[in-house]
């Protein structure tokens, strides 16, 4: 069955710093990988998502990550951090059918 | 365009009540409809989805339930509340028979069972 590791359930990030949060899944078939980020008290946004195209995916607020295959990763960064990117970030993992699979999530932490 | 909605948006229930929360979505026919459940340091955990009308497929072995009267309507209920039933629920649909494809949410409903 396939599952999800976020690696770190706090980060803290000065501002301007780069942002990295980790994620791993297990799939025994290639999967469709999520990032989505909550806001306090709000429902979850999706930032971005892998589906066999390109490896290297862009999505809003400056947001990328990589399908790294070999590593079962699927790794979310942005450049810069911002004081508005404080939030909670899920990961999540799709197979052939249509259930999504979320991490634990990481609470993402800014530093002024 | 697509819109879903939930509520109420927070609940404040004894311990042994019962629950309703409902959930229905606008701008789309046939979707997949999913309720999660999001407890502290638990990430989210799916809990029911579903495909059609009155198929519903249950992920956690609980005293919650859940039914699709309609096609675009999910009802999250439970006969008796436990206190392990607190948390942030949330509803969620997607395009049915696409994988790959986005799920969206809802903006929860905040359940305390006291």
């Known amino acids: 069955a396939q599952s999800v590791t976020q690696l770190g359930s706090h980060v803290s990030v000065s501002e301007g710093a780069l942002v990295l949060l980790r994620c791993n899944y297990s799939?025994?078939?290639?999967?469709?990988l999520f990032w989505y980020v909550q806001y306090p008290n709000q429902g979850l946004q999706l930032l971005l998502k892998?589906?066999?195209?390109?490896?290297l995916v862009k999505g809003i607020n400056g947001f990328e990550a990589e399908f790294k295959k070999s590593e079962t990763s699927f790794h979310l960064t942005k450049p810069s951090a911002h004081m508005s990117d404080a939030a909670e970030y899920f990961c999540a993992v799709s197979l052939r059918d249509d259930k999504i699979i979320f991490g634990k999530g990481t609470r993402l932490h800014i530093l002024p | 365009s697509q819109t879903i909605h939930q509520w109420p948006a927070t609940l404040v229930q004894p311990v042994g009540s019962p629950l309703s929360l409902e959930c229905t979505v606008e701008g789309t026919s046939n979707p997949n409809l999913y309720w999660y459940r999001q407890a502290a340091g638990r990430g989210l955990q799916l809990l029911f989805y579903?495909?059609?009308?009155?198929?519903i497929s249950s992920e956690v072995p609980q005293n919650l339930s859940a039914s699709r009267p309609q096609d675009r309507q999910f009802i999250l209920s439970s006969k008796k509340l436990l206190l392990s039933d607190s948390g942030f629920y949330l509803c969620?649909?997607?395009?049915?028979?696409?994988?790959?494809?986005?799920?969206?949410f809802g903006e929860g409903s905040w359940l305390t069972v006291v």
């Open positions: 969620a649909w997607s395009v049915l028979g696409l994988p790959g494809n986005t799920i969206y």
């Open positions: 892998y589906t066999s195209a390109a490896t």
């Open positions: 579903s495909v059609g009308i009155g198929q």
């Open positions: 799939s025994s078939v290639p999967p469709y």
